[in-house]
């Protein structure tokens, strides 16, 4: 496995580590979504996962790449992905689940990256994994790709109608003020 591809899988295993630790610091779960309603979401991520994996020979990679520099150019989106998910969960603090759902005292979390995006843990996943997938450099990673971002759109989509429902206004006025996964470039309106 190339040096790149190796330093990748540490991020990986670092981001699992810091989620690992950081589980049991939260609220208690007031209110949760039935396991039917996830479903849907938790088959595409792990099938996009499996994916994902399908070791190759990084053809594709090669193909689009034009020199040794392509592994490393990979690296920056996983690191910078990774970095803004840890920054999200760890600034929701005992707000933070897995799923959508009701913690115990649970506040809407305007600050720091939820001030750049309303879900920035999904968006430095999909930013990491895109990194991954041009990194891996298979067809069958780039589906996976494409399979984890439809899960994590229908993560996005509940989890939306989840916050509206518990904040009401208090989340319109965020979701009008706040895009949901892709910074605005501009000024804000």
Request: glycine share 12%; charged share 15%; with cysteine.
């Amino acid at each position: 496995m190339p040096l790149p591809l190796r330093c990748i899988v540490m991020l990986w295993v670092g981001w699992l580590l810091i989620w690992l630790v950081t589980a049991p610091f939260v609220a208690r779960t007031v209110v949760r979504p039935g396991i039917g309603e996830l479903l849907a979401d938790r088959l595409l991520l792990w099938g996009g996962a499996m994916l994902l994996m399908v070791r190759g020979s990084g053809l594709l990679l090669r193909a689009l790449s034009a020199g040794p520099w392509e592994g490393w150019a990979c690296l920056a989106p996983v690191l910078v992905g990774l970095a803004l998910a840890v920054w999200a969960r760890l600034r929701l603090g005992r707000n933070w689940s897995p799923m959508p759902a009701l913690k115990e005292a649970h506040q809407l979390v305007r600050a720091g990256p939820y001030g750049l995006v309303r879900h920035p843990i999904y968006a430095g996943m999909l930013l990491a994994l895109a990194g991954t997938a041009l990194a891996v450099g298979t067809p069958a990673a780039l589906a996976g790709l494409a399979v984890m971002a439809g899960g994590l759109a229908l993560r996005i989509r509940r989890e939306e109608a989840f916050l509206l429902g518990r904040f009401g206004d208090a989340y319109r006025a965020y979701r009008a003020d706040v895009p949901a996964v892709v910074p605005r470039l501009g000024p804000r309106r």
